[in-house]
Each structure stands twice: as C-alpha cells, then as structure tokens.
C-alpha cells in the first residue's frame, strides 16, 4: 500500500511537525507492506503542481494535516486529486477534528476525518482501511449513507521520535519545531489545547537527544511547540539547564531556542537560569491577552497580572533574549479603553515585540461553541477573525487593524525607537493613540522606508520641535537599515559634516556612519557592519560636536 502523508506549510522556512510524527507512527506500529512517504509544499505554491506530484506516485491513500491556514488550499488539492487519481483521502488535525460529521457532509471527495493524536490510531487506520474500522480511535467515515464517529482514546505514552533520517534530510536549515510534552494546564474559552488533552510530558532523556540532534542539523531556530512551556516548572528547569550546559558545546552557539511561557507563574529560579542563558540564545514568547481582570476571567484565562508585569519587567532587563508579548483585540468584554489601557501597560513592558492579535474563533474553542456567552460576529471562512462584539464595533476593529500595521512597522521592526521615545516624551501622547492616530492616517499603505519616514515625520512635525524630529528619524534610519535611502528632507549640509565623517573613519572604523545633530549638538556615529542588537539594530552611539572638534583640533 503506497501512502502519501501531506502538509501546506505556510512559508518554506517552517518545516511543519505533524506529518513526520505520522510517518514515525506508521514505523513503529504498521505492517510491514506500507510503503509511506512525506511531501511537503506551501499555501504561497502552485498547488495544482503539488497535486500533480502527489498523483505521480500512484498512491492509494494521501492524508493531509489541517489548519486554519492551509485548509482552503488543502481542500482545493483534495478535490483536485480526486479528480484524477483513484484513491481514499484521510483530513487531520485541529481545522477538522471538531467537526467530522461537516466535513464529510460537505466534501464528498474527503473520505475519512480523524481526531486526536495520529501517532496511534493512523497506523491503526492503515492497517484495519480493508478490515474493522470501527476500532480506529477518533476516526469518522461513511457507511452505507450514514456517518460513524469513534470516540478518541487518551494517550500517556511518549509518541515515537519524527526525527528520521528522512526529515533531516527534507529540514535543510529551516526553522524546525519540537515536542516535549502535549496538552494544556489551562482551559482558556479561545483556545483548543486544554481541551484536546490534560498535560502529559515526553520521556526526558529522548527530548535531550532530540535537541541535540535538532541544533547539530543546520537550523537556526528551534521552536518548543509546548503550550505552556513552564507549566512543569523543574522540567522546565532542566531543560533550559540542559541547553545552557551545552551551548557552544553539543549544541552549536548559533542556534536560538523558542519557547512559550506562562509569564506569571515563572518561579525564581527559572528566572535566574533564564539571566545566566548566553546572548541570542533563547526568545520567550508570553500570551498577556489582556490587562482587564474581568476579561480574563470570563475567558477562563487564570492570569496573576502583577506578577506578570513583574516577571516580563525582570526578563527584559536581562538584555539577553528576545521577548515576545501578545495582546488579542475582541475578548469578551473588554471595548475600546479597556484594550487602550491593556495596550499601553503592555507597551510600557518595553519587550522587543509587542504583538497585536485578533480574536479567531476556532472550531471546538469555548468562544465558538457557546454564542450566548461569547457574543461576537465574526468571518466565516478561515482564519475565522471576529468583526464585532457588543464591546467593539466593526469600525473600531477595523481602526485596530491600521494600529496593528503602524506597531508591527514602526515597534516590532525595531526601525523608529528613538522617534517613538521623543515623541511619547515630548507631545505627551499615549503610546496607543501614537500608534492608532499614525496607523490610520497611513490606512495600512504599503510604501518604503524612506517614504514611510516622511510620512511620520509630516505627521508629527507640527506637534513638537521639527530638527529634533528629523534628527531622531535620521538616527533611527541609520539604526536600522545600511540600505535604506536617506531622504532629501533629512539631509542637513554644513561645513564640518565631512571633517566629522572623516575623524570617525580614520581614528574609529572605516565602517562608520555618522549624522551631525545640529540641533542637539551631537554627533551619532553607527557601524552598519556589526552584530545588530535584540531590536534588529546596530548599536550606534553619541557624542558631543564640540569633544570632536577639540579632538581634530
């Protein structure tokens, strides 16, 4: 039997888990006569031309892993297969777990769903698909025009490693994922992962030479797809011991580790082996959701927020590691000054993103199932985004949307930091209407840098001391790019700009930058060739104009 396990990645820089985990299952627990292989492809790709090559290798069964980013297209590649290759056509995972019976109804070209883990019941499936399905766990097929559900079975063993030599071979540097442990402490209302299964941790010392052989294989970011990564606190421990132990050792110093954490229930010795991690070496990404106590209590999010705020302050000022924080706009009961004031704590955090999501109610989240006490509106097709709630009008998520792009632009990017810390100074504006008045006065246009500078700069000038404003824009514009085209509007032309540029160059490096800050009286100097800092930028520094003209003099 000739099995085809597929996946749409959403970039080729992911190399997705879930079908390598499927093929390690049929490994392990599959009669010897299945002949199974992965293909891979992305949502950005010629699909027909996937399709194409999956139809190629004459296969008898093509099983696809669904999500909200792939389904549309995985669905699309189904029919089309269908179309020309007589075969059976198994969907899994989380876009279609929850709603078997639809998926069948709706899609006669789909010929079985399955829920649950695949490790165990697609073997199962494989070896029963001319037998008894009725004792596949989690599977959902057609008989004789009706539609049979077997319930799912729990697991508590550890899944057999996906980490053949087959996926080496296939990861080729991408960013690659690991799995120590499934489930979730934590029944949030907008998430699937305390619902699919209580939390169960991997057999440690396989998850140790899963790591090494993981950071010894070109990657250069490998991301733990743990839920709460810490829920384990001295498992937790030990692994980020591990990965300090042997860092620039069996694990290559190149390689950043990725992990998502339950801010406020770090406990202090986490936080003191997080201080002493290397440089570059680990991102913490932190789900905050929200600073509003009521929503987060109608959501069943279990958040100590003090402690949060501490915690995120302390791993901040380690200046060591990437911090990631989330908000998600449109929970329950939380309207447009709620979501402000949760915004600006998150803000005053000064992690290196702060990032800005938007409810997506999936299938089988609390906040989809039950409408009366999550009300809220919100697209039908993937990524089933919300368009209103009694708390947030359309217009207002729509505002939200163009706030979002001027975050990700002028924070995340780390391109304007020393625009927005004189600005929020000087004007006295709060970081959110910052944001929210300059996103949508740009409306979400996509332009270049330099022209995006000038729109900043127009925007504001007005509002504050316009040569500081160009100053801090030219600053940050040499910050952050050694490509970037500096505009007309920034240049100032005096006399002694060349005698600074060529001081700099002969007693500091050939490769320095520097503007002359009339204004302010400095000089800000930038070498575009060193290593960039946590933000994504170089490290520039400033001196006084009058030190250097007593130094050439």
């Known amino acids: 039997m000739k099995v085809i396990i597929c996946c749409l990645n959403s970039k080729y820089v992911h190399a997705s888990l879930s079908p390598w985990c499927l093929l390690s299952g049929i490994k392990h627990f599959c009669k010897t006569d299945i002949d199974a292989k992965v293909m891979e492809s992305t949502i950005n790709g010629d699909i027909y031309d996937f399709a194409d090559k999956i139809?190629?290798?004459?296969?008898?069964?093509?099983?696809f892993s669904s999500y909200i980013w792939n389904i549309t297209k995985t669905l699309e590649i189904c029919r089309y297969i269908k179309k020309k290759h007589d075969c059976k056509i198994i969907l899994g995972g989380p876009e279609v777990a929850f709603r078997q019976k639809d998926v069948l109804k709706k899609y006669d070209f789909v010929d079985f769903v399955l829920a649950g883990e695949g490790e165990w019941p697609f073997p199962d499936f494989l070896n029963s698909i001319d037998g008894d399905l009725s004792l596949v766990s989690g599977l959902a097929y057609r008989e004789n025009d009706k539609i049979i559900t077997i319930p799912e079975k729990t697991y508590n063993e550890t899944p057999p490693s996906p980490y053949t030599n087959e996926f080496f071979e296939n990861l080729k540097g991408r960013i690659s994922y690991i799995e120590t442990s499934r489930g979730c402490p934590y029944r949030c209302a907008f998430c699937l992962s305390g619902r699919c299964s209580p939390l169960r941790c991997f057999e440690l010392e396989q998850v140790k030479n899963d790591i090494v052989k993981l950071a010894n294989s070109g990657t250069q970011t490998l991301k733990f797809v743990d839920r709460t990564f810490n829920a384990n606190p001295k498992r937790a421990n030990e692994i980020l011991n591990f990965i300090k132990g042997n860092y620039g050792n069996k694990i290559p110093e190149n390689v950043?580790?990725?992990?998502?954490?339950?801010?406020?229930?770090?406990?202090?010795?986490?936080?003191?082996?997080?201080?002493?991690?290397?440089?570059?070496?680990?991102?913490?990404?932190?789900?905050?959701?929200?600073?509003?106590?009521?929503?987060l209590k109608t959501i069943n999010r279990k958040t100590d927020t003090k402690k949060l705020i501490e915690n995120i302050k302390k791993l901040v000022s380690f200046k060591n590691m990437h911090i990631h924080i989330d908000l998600i706009a449109g929970l329950t009961g939380e309207d447009l000054e709620s979501f402000k004031n949760s915004f600006n704590v998150g803000y005053s955090l000064k992690a290196q993103m702060l990032q800005m999501g938007f409810l997506k109610l999936l299938y089988g989240a609390d906040m989809r199932e039950n409408s009366e006490k999550y009300p809220c509106t919100?697209?039908?097709?993937?990524?089933?985004?919300?368009?209103?709630?009694?708390?947030?009008?359309?217009?207002?998520?729509?505002?939200?949307?163009?706030?979002?792009?001027?975050?990700?632009?002028?924070?995340?990017?780390?391109?304007?930091?020393?625009?927005?810390?004189?600005?929020?100074?000087?004007?006295?504006?709060?970081?959110?209407?910052?944001f929210n008045d300059f996103g949508n006065a740009v409306d979400g246009n996509k332009m270049r840098l330099s022209d995006y500078a000038e729109n900043l700069y127009n925007f504001f000038h007005s509002k504050c001391d316009s040569e500081i404003l160009k100053e801090k824009i030219l600053c940050d514009l040499l910050s952050c790019s050694s490509s970037v085209q500096i505009p007309e509007i920034f240049k100032v032309r005096n006399p002694i700009y060349k005698q600074v540029k060529k001081y700099f160059i002969e007693n500091v490096d050939k490769n320095i930058k520097v503007a002359v800050l009339y204004k302010s009286g400095l000089v800000y100097a930038v070498n575009q060739k060193a290593e960039k800092d946590l933000h994504g930028r170089y490290q520039g520094k400033f001196y006084s104009i009058e030190d250097i003209k007593k130094e050439w003099t």
């Open 55 to 63: 139809i190629t290798e004459n296969p008898d069964i093509v099983s």
């Open 256 to 295: 950043c580790f990725h992990f998502e954490i339950a801010g406020d229930i770090l406990k202090e010795d986490t936080l003191n082996i997080l201080a002493e991690m290397p440089k570059g070496a680990v991102q913490l990404e932190i789900g905050m959701q929200s600073f509003n106590e009521e929503t």
């Open 378 to 434: 919100f697209h039908d097709e993937p990524p089933y985004e919300v368009t209103s709630t009694p708390w947030l009008t359309n217009d207002e998520i729509k505002m939200l949307k163009n706030c979002e792009d001027a975050v990700d632009r002028l924070y995340n990017s780390g391109r304007f930091l020393f625009t927005l810390d004189y600005l929020i100074d000087e004007i006295g504006i709060s970081p959110f209407d910052l």
